[in-house]
Every structure is written in structure tokens, then in C-alpha cells.
């Protein structure tokens, strides 16, 4: 399993320098990703971005446990029909949830 957010920075860091690669050497072209490829990467990298916030929120000092299930139910109300995984992770009825009475208030 890997963490999305090594993925978002390995896609950020892609965007960042795609237009330098091609300028070092012509080789790498065959690598890159076609056009289409490239459309979906960077759709990915906004979504991931989403995440990357919520996980930024999320390290601050001042986040409840309240605001911890807003922001996870916001990602899952986004997401969730896209990347229906996410619920068994983000979700009031999750399997790793400790206590559903605490999680619904």
C-alpha cells in the first residue's frame, strides 16, 4: 500500500519540472507520459492536493475531533463515489473506528 502523500508530491514534483526534462535529454521523452496521461496525472494531483490539505489541517494544534469528522465527511462527500475505499477508512461506520457512539456526537 502506498501513501497518497508521497504520491502527491512525486506528481507535484513531476509538474514542477516536466519542462526542464525534455531540455536535458531527448531519451526521457519515450518515458513521459503521453498527452492524455498527463490530463488524468494532473487530475489526480488536484484531488490528492485535497487530501494534502486535509492532512495539513489536521496536524494543527488547534483541530477538534469535531472538526477532524467535518473534514472527513467533506472528503468523503467529494470523493466518495470516485474512490469508494476511502469510506472504509474515513467513514462514521468504519472498521477501524474505536467507539461509533463518540464518532456520531
Given at each position: 500500500?502506498?501513501?497518497?502523500?508521497?504520491?502527491?508530491?512525486?506528481?507535484?514534483?513531476?509538474?514542477?519540472?516536466?519542462?526542464?526534462?525534455?531540455?536535458?535529454?531527448?531519451?526521457?521523452?519515450?518515458?513521459?507520459?503521453?498527452?492524455?496521461?498527463?490530463?488524468?496525472?494532473?487530475?489526480?494531483?488536484?484531488?490528492?492536493?485535497?487530501?494534502?490539505?486535509?492532512?495539513?489541517?489536521?496536524?494543527?494544534?488547534?483541530?477538534?475531533?469535531?472538526?477532524?469528522?467535518?473534514?472527513?465527511?467533506?472528503?468523503?462527500?467529494?470523493f466518495g463515489s470516485m474512490y469508494p475505499e476511502i469510506s472504509s477508512y474515513l467513514s462514521i461506520s468504519a472498521g477501524i473506528i474505536f467507539?461509533?457512539?463518540?464518532?456520531?456526537?
Amino acid at each position: 500500500e502506498t501513501r497518497w502523500a508521497s504520491c502527491y508530491n512525486m506528481l507535484s514534483r513531476f509538474f514542477h519540472l516536466k519542462d526542464y526534462l525534455t531540455d536535458l535529454d531527448y531519451s526521457l521523452l519515450a518515458l513521459l507520459p503521453c498527452p492524455l496521461q498527463e490530463r488524468r496525472l494532473k487530475a489526480l494531483l488536484e484531488d490528492l492536493g485535497n487530501f494534502e490539505t486535509v492532512s495539513k489541517r489536521l496536524q494543527r494544534d488547534d483541530t477538534t475531533m469535531a472538526d477532524t469528522r467535518i473534514l472527513f465527511d467533506g472528503l468523503l462527500l467529494k470523493f466518495g463515489s470516485m474512490y469508494p475505499e476511502i469510506s472504509s477508512y474515513l467513514s462514521i461506520s468504519a472498521g477501524i473506528i474505536f467507539s461509533p457512539i463518540f464518532e456520531t456526537g
